[in-house]
């Protein structure tokens, strides 16, 4: 059934602008979900850039939430699995019939939303329309060194694939700058988005917290900010940008020892900065070309 | 009462004239407004309104933004509020709109002060201002800062404000329960308004409390203007932050600058401690537990508000 809706998807994207496309299969599943626009929050991000540490934030917000308005002890544990369970779809798979959609936590509805799927993708105008969408980003040589440590230097098949974090900085560039640019351009209309860089994330998750909190319509309630932030800080890859599945997970084909010195020697800073080098590399070569 | 309230009373009790005042603020968008921005050389989606509640950090947030584009233009003279205002120096709903004077108008009370240049700094034509209810018409493609206050502070701080100061004021309160009472409705109208709009996804808002703004100023005007588009200069929020201070406010305030020129009665400083939790000198707990009965009613939990 995945291998059909792959076809149509790929023959349907051959005819159809890929905005208005997804506009279309996004309506269609929509209505066929009974959802609302309005009860979706898209995190939309640049890989490596805090999704994970965002999911984590919200999630453990509103299990504590929901704790404590029924007046029960909401001092957690934390969970390295809970966004997996709480949020388990992707927008650019689960809203446009590539994979079913899956059910997501009734508990998202104590902040105004029925699901929070994520996607790497640049602002899509038209299919986003009238839709709350949270983009994070950061300096995209942090982003090439952070992505090349966790995901490719540990990675024994995608290793192959890519030299280095330069290679990976270039081949990357275009599609990264691309998302970046998208979401700071104002003349976007129609769109709720809120940019957020993941030095805020790193630097105040409790008040980055908040300040999602606020931007959809709630009012946070800080000691369950405050509460999240501490529990995200024991899983230790979202702090660097990091924190896919197989991160919290484990795989055959990962040298994990590699992976976790990386997230050990970084988490202090979350990584913000490891990209000097690459940057002063790059910038080196412009120069000596001309 | 006015003439235009008159018409508009009157069409809302007719059959389906309540979608009276609809047609008069869509024509008056697509015949007035637009119009207007653009020969004032105002790009709708470069038009930042801080849509506030009164007495909610309005002036801070304009203090804060002014310091920080007058650093990032290369100057190390802190802002004070009489050049705040010349750099802001518009209202939204006397410069731009005059919504509550539909529909015979005058559509604006005085056409706008040219925008200082220093607001392209933000990628902004103008920021200006206005404490009214959120404005869905209008306000489509244009950047909406809303700022918000615990309700029962904002009684104190207007209290304070307005009420203990000026003894010829008409429907003058003696105390924040009598300005609460007054302003009740019109508050939940106003906070309703935007929490609303900022559900719906449609409109570019975002929403801030002044609790959190005055407690995180750093934060706060950094997130702003990420969110407006840019990336901030970390060092010269911190220095905005600085020269925004209450402390520097009521010095330059001695020496003549005042924080709201439009102000005219105002004796004393604009601003107070600006503190959280002072209605705990006004309000008792069975205060708090009748008043949050009342706002439920209107869908607004008060204790989810920060409140100390």
């Known amino acids: 059934m995945s291998v059909v809706r792959r076809i149509i998807s790929w023959g349907l994207l051959k005819l159809i602008p890929s905005d208005a496309l997804s506009r279309i299969l996004f309506d269609l599943k929509l209505l066929l979900s009974g959802l609302k626009k309005s009860e979706l929050l898209i995190l939309a991000t640049i890989t490596k850039t805090g999704t994970h540490y965002l999911r984590f934030l919200i999630a453990y917000y509103i299990e504590m939430l929901s704790l404590k308005r029924m007046g029960s002890n909401y001092y957690i544990e934390s969970d390295d699995f809970i966004v997996d369970n709480y949020f388990p779809n992707s927008w650019h798979t689960s809203y446009t019939f590539i994979r079913p959609r899956k059910k997501s936590t009734h508990l998202l509805k104590l902040i105004g939303l029925k699901d929070f799927p994520r996607s790497h993708m640049k602002l899509r105008k038209y299919a986003w329309s009238n839709v709350k969408v949270l983009h994070t980003y950061r300096d995209l040589h942090d982003q090439a060194m952070v992505s090349w440590h966790t995901k490719y230097a540990c990675d024994a098949v995608l290793k192959e694939e890519i030299s280095g974090p330069e290679d990976l900085y270039k081949q990357n560039k275009k599609d990264n700058l691309g998302q970046l640019e998208s979401f700071k351009n104002l003349e976007t209309n129609n769109i709720n988005h809120l940019r957020i860089s993941f030095g805020q994330i790193f630097n105040d998750p409790a008040n980055s917290l908040a300040l999602i909190l606020q931007w959809l319509g709630e009012e946070p309630d800080m000691e369950l900010c405050s509460l999240a932030a501490d529990l995200a800080q024991k899983t230790p890859s979202i702090l660097v940008g990091g924190g896919e599945k197989w991160h919290r997970d484990n795989r055959d084909h990962i040298d994990y020892k590699m992976l976790n010195s990386f997230i050990e020697n970084n988490r202090a800073t979350g990584a913000i900065g490891v990209g000097g080098v690459l940057a002063s590399q790059l910038a080196d070569k412009a120069e000596s070309k001309c | ?308």
């Open chain 2, 1 to 308: 009462m006015s003439g235009n309230q008159k018409i508009r009373n009157f069409a809302k009790s007719i059959p389906g004239g309540s979608s009276f005042d609809l047609v008069a603020r869509k024509l008056t968008y697509h015949m007035f407004y637009k119009n207007h921005l653009r020969n004032n050389l105002i790009s709708e989606e470069k038009l930042l309104v801080l849509g506030t509640v009164a007495r909610s950090g309005t002036h801070y947030a304009m203090l804060l933004l002014t310091n920080y584009i007058n650093s990032l233009a290369g100057s190390d003279n802190p802002i004070g509020p009489a050049e705040m205002n010349d750099i802001l120096p518009n209202n939204w709903h006397l410069n731009y709109m005059s919504y509550h004077k539909l529909p015979l108008g005058p559509l604006v009370q005085s056409n706008p002060k040219r925008p200082s240049e220093l607001v392209r700094y933000l990628q902004l034509d103008e920021i200006t201002r206005s404490h009214s209810l959120f404005q869905s018409t209008y306000w489509r493609k244009s950047q909406i800062l809303h700022l918000y206050r615990n309700p029962l502070d904002y009684a104190v701080s207007l209290f304070n404000y307005k009420h203990k100061k000026r003894s010829d004021l008409p429907d003058r309160c003696r105390d924040p329960h009598q300005v609460l009472e007054l302003k009740f409705d019109n508050y939940c109208d106003m906070y309703n308004s935007y929490r609303d709009a900022a559900k719906t996804g449609k409109y570019r808002i975002l929403r801030i409390s002044y609790e959190n703004l005055i407690q995180n100023p750093t934060f706060y005007l950094s997130s702003i203007v990420t969110w407006l588009g840019n990336e901030p200069n970390q060092e010269l929020v911190r220095r905005a932050v600085e020269s925004s201070s209450i402390n520097r406010v009521q010095r330059a305030e001695k020496m003549g600058g005042a924080v709201n020129p439009d102000a005219k009665d105002l004796k004393g400083s604009f601003i107070s401690s600006g503190q959280i939790g002072q209605w705990k000198n006004y309000f008792t707990l069975e205060d708090f537990n009748r008043w949050n009965l009342r706002f439920r009613e209107r869908g607004i939990e008060l204790d989810s508000f920060i409140l100390e």
